[in-house]
């Protein structure tokens, strides 16, 4: 069968599971609960547009698995999203809430949109429709939503309003909000934060000096951006960064703050001064101690796997490593730091935040980043101290982690009824 890579995306992850699930023994119900999803909502809904024409959006939300906790995860807006990506997502995230070991489940939904086609007052509305179509699903001890892909502050800020309006107020839906509304401070780093903590822990561990370090960073949004400003602060040499529109090189380093202030102005990396433009997938294969993928799933395949020429690969995307590359990185001894562990930061800070909202209070930023760093150093020594002791990679010693937790909280809640 020809399969697409829509659909691709959570046979992978299944399949991933479904192996490490019977190497690890875990019984047959745990396994087969965790190989598909418990529920999922495809919602159709009119867009009235500036113009006064409607258009008709499809959107959904799928909830993987909510054992240990309220589902959590993001809302994607793109226009190729496809229900298949959303499941395999949504799987990611139940395994990323149980490798850092949050109360979470894993959920994600998504709007077959461009975001960058719709002016504000029609992205406000899409936003508030969608919310009012998912409401039957969310719900600060149900599910959780946060940003992803194309959402921001802003739309988090429409949907928590939103959900408020029909359900009385409840900053605890949604995560990921503006500082003003029940955000925590620290969030809007903290996906790049935790992707630059395991990071300079590989770093350590493949014995490359953080001071001396190349890195290459693909996409240059929320976590992309965050992620190379931060490594930058620890005296890493950012060589290259790109965005859907191309990429940019300077083998002696990238002026941050300039490009930063180029995108802002022109909406693209790309012809930023005194650097080289290159594409993609040239950015993949540059010479570089640490390459971060940022964007979207799927970058490094069977085709380019063998050209990477990074030492260490820390996911700040989510699935940008297919499995076939995977087994070609491990074999080639690149130090991959899976998606679910190296971009959990984003995750560890939403729950802060969410616990701030419950608690009606609000932590300093030195408060939340003590326990991001915390919460990510032990989980990448939990991971690390598994695969050497299993010897697996670290992605299989992550779904190991997560997998353990996940049946030990099924088996002791049991079956309802
Ligand atoms: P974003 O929309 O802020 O940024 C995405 C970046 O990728 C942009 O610079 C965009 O131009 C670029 N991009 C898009 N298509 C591309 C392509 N084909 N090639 C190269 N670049 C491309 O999104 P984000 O929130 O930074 O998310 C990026 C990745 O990180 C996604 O896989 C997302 O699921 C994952 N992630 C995000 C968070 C979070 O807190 N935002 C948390 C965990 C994981």
Redesign the pocket.
């Known amino acids: 069968m020809n399969t697409s890579v829509d659909e691709q995306a959570f046979e992978n992850v299944r399949k991933l599971i479904n192996d490490i699930c019977q190497r690890m023994s875990i019984s047959e119900t745990c396994r087969l609960r965790l190989t598909g999803c418990e529920r999922e909502l495809t919602v159709r809904f009119p867009v009235k547009m500036d113009d006064g024409h409607v258009r008709v959006f499809s959107g959904f939300r799928v909830v993987h698995n909510d054992t240990r906790g309220p589902a959590k995860g ?1 809302i ?1 807006y793109h226009p190729d999203v496809s229900l298949d990506e959303v499941r395999a ?1 949504a799987a990611l995230m139940t395994l990323k809430t149980a490798v850092v070991n949050v109360p979470y489940g894993g959920a994600k939904g998504a709007v077959v949109c461009n975001p960058k086609d719709l002016s504000l007052t029609e992205l406000e509305r899409l936003t508030r429709r969608y919310a009012a179509e998912i409401a039957v699903l969310i719900g600060p001890n149900l599910d959780i939503p ?5 959402t921001n502050p802003q739309v988090m800020a429409w949907i928590m309003d939103t959900y408020s309006q029909m359900r009385g107020y409840s900053p605890g839906v949604i995560t ?1 909000k503006p500082l003003e509304i029940g955000g925590s401070k620290g969030r809007f780093e ?2 790049g934060r935790g992707c630059m903590i395991t990071a300079l822990l590989a770093a350590k561990h493949v014995r490359v000096d953080a001071e001396e370090a190349t890195v290459a960073v ?7 951006a965050a992620v190379a400003k931060l490594l930058a602060r620890e005296g890493c040499l950012i060589t290259a960064v ?3 529109r191309g990429g940019v090189y300077n083998p002696k380093g990238l002026d941050l703050e300039g490009l930063l202030a180029h995108k802002t102005e022109t909406g693209s990396v790309v012809g930023f001064k005194n650097t080289e433009p290159i594409t ?1 997938a040239e950015l993949l294969e540059l010479p570089c101690d640490i390459l971060i993928p ?4 799927h970058q490094i395949v069977e085709a380019n796997a063998a050209s990477v020429k990074a030492k260490i690969v820390a996911e ?3 699935g940008p490593t297919t499995p076939e590359a995977d087994r070609i990185l491990y074999a080639n001894g690149v130090f991959v730091v899976p998606d679910v562990l190296a ?1 959990a930061g ?1 995750v560890i800070v939403s729950y802060l935040e969410w616990v701030q909202n419950l608690q009606v209070f609000c932590w300093e930023e030195a408060h939340v980043n003590g326990y991001l760093h915390s919460m990510m150093t032990n989980a990448f020594a939990e991971v690390l101290e598994i695969s050497a002791r299993e010897k697996v990679d670290m992605r299989t010693a992550a779904y190991m982690t997560a997998l353990r937790r996940l049946a030990a909280a099924m088996t002791a809640r049991g079956i309802f009824p």
Do not use: I, K
């Open positions: 993001g994607r997502l946060a940003p992803d892909v194309g990921g903290a996906t693909q996409g240059f949004g929320n976590v992309g790109s965005d859907s993609n940022a964007a979207l799933e700040g995307a989510n971009n984003g």
